[in-house]
């Protein structure tokens, strides 16, 4: 015989059977909630496409650093000292031009495309008049 105390409850919660107190129910909602904010935050991610290209431009400074480091370790003992020489006397006027450089970043790469879409155009045309 069963108790109608009994009845109101499911007979197992883990079988698919939806909560039924209201802790549960939160519990329940609170957890979907952190599910799809995870989901969202992952397709975020895969649409944000400044971050995709940062990260991959990341890994390739990491590829030609290392890349650098087996060449320079692999390098005879006499280029290692021309290339600790150059480094000493190069790397602290590159870092003065790339601080000079930095406000103006932005008028530099529009200067720059000008300038090879200016040399394709001249190109296009001399081949035009080549094959005429």
């Known amino acids: 015989m069963t108790h109608a105390a009994d009845d109101d409850q499911p007979a197992d919660s883990s079988a698919g059977a939806t909560p039924s107190s209201p802790d549960a129910i939160r519990a329940d909602i609170e957890q979907t909630r952190a599910e799809l904010a995870e989901t969202v935050d992952a397709l975020g991610d895969k649409l944000n496409v400044k971050a995709q290209a940062a990260d991959k431009a990341d890994a390739a400074k990491q590829k030609v650093a290392a890349t650098a480091a087996q060449a320079r370790a692999a390098a005879p003992e006499p280029v290692q000292h021309a290339l600790d020489s150059v480094g000493a006397k190069a790397g602290p ?40």
């Open 93 to 132: 006027a590159a870092h003065q031009v790339a601080v000079t450089t930095e406000p103006h970043r932005g008028k530099i790469l529009a200067g720059t495309g000008a300038a090879l879409l200016l040399l394709l155009v001249v190109r296009r045309r001399r081949k035009n008049r080549a094959t005429a």
